[in-house]
């Protein structure tokens, strides 16, 4: 016969009593919602690293800045002639990376013409084409930003996060952010009472208020914890030494009632939640879900259905949405079918929800 063995199971979830948990003044969770829009500044910040060889710029290298996008590009990618060393640096000369270039030429239906790169009253600087270095694959919308970032993993007390896909995710992107334009906050939660709730609460809004003093572009929230295997429940804490869960709708308006004002200022928003599958499984446990995401404004969010998911098999999925949506600054929506490409191996554990804001 073929040889077997067990292997104890990773605690994953189970069953846990329902407690009711006093959200606000008139108890309505459902009250939470995104104010009226954020005003956003025109222009744009350049990104840190070469569109092309996705690096900075070292010795006599520098970064090129392109006049009509965030990008840049390195001397060391695009060839520029000796001869014109001097020309390309000369007051009034603007600079059009390729991506715009290729870009142009879509939008505007014209022929194809060389990519000249530098120009002075709409006139070419150089006399023939700019060579470019690499071979290039890219998508024409993609950059390589390091617009401010917020990472924020909720943790339910006593959960093991060893090996969380999602701290691997902010290891992946610091090399990105040479300026300190993105911060990790790890928050371990116990929310099993009113009293706790309040706790909570004030510890947040202390948080809360330290980072309201930069303007995020991105806000990403991963919320580590287990759910009640029949309702879909998430579990919220300790009443006293036992765990107790809460109906999602409930559970999101406490967790992220505290970051609401960051998130009705960040432009994107995004949710992810590392649980078992029960969430999504139950119908009303899911359309609960989908409420909650509308009414916090979260741009988009991803969650699991395997009954017992292990979150660690959910790191090529996550990373992808690092390198595509928040690095490249790809749409979410266009970018998910890539982000299934490349984490295939997990579908063979669950299958992957992605709740998106409705326009």
Known sequence: MARTKQTARKATGGSAGRVKLLIGGDGNSSAVGRQDAVEVCEGFRHNDYCIICRDGSVDDDVLVL????????????????????????????????ICCHIAGQRQGGNALTPYLGFYRNNKPVL????????????????????????????????????????????????????????????????????????????????????????????????????????????????????????????????????????????????????SCGALVNNPASFANLHVSVAHHGISAAIAFNAVRFQPSFSAHLLLAFCELVLIQRVSVQQAFPDMLGQSYKLGRHSDVFFVLEEA
């Not at 392109?66 to 060393?85: G, K, Q, S, Y």
């Not at 090399?175 to 709730?197: C, E, L, N, R, W």
């Open 127 to 274: 006399d023939s084409f700019l060579p470019i270095r690499a071979a290039l694959e890219i998508n024409v919308t993609s950059q390589l930003s390091s617009d401010t970032l917020l990472f924020v993993h909720l943790t339910l007390v006593d959960y093991d996060t060893n090996g969380s896909s999602f701290e691997l995710g902010h290891q992946f992107l610091l090399p990105y952010f040479p300026h300190a334009g993105m911060q990790y906050h790890k928050v371990t939660f116990d929310i099993g009472t009113t009293s706790k709730v309040k706790t909570y609460r004030n510890s947040m809004a202390a948080l809360v208020g330290k980072l309201s003093s930069t303007a995020w572009s991105r806000v990403v929230f991963g919320i580590s914890n287990h759910t009640d295997n029949s309702s879909g429940d998430p579990y919220v804490g300790y009443e006293r030494k036992t765990y107790v869960a809460t109906p999602v709708h409930d559970f999101l308006a406490i967790i992220l009632g505290p970051w609401q004002g960051l998130i009705n200022k960040a432009p994107e928003s995004f949710l992810w939640l590392f």
């Open 66 to 97: 392109c006049d009509e996008c965030p990008r840049v590009v390195c001397t060391h990618c695009v060839m520029i002639p000796l001869a014109f060393a001097q020309a390309v640096l000369a007051p009034h000369v603007t600079f059009r990376c």
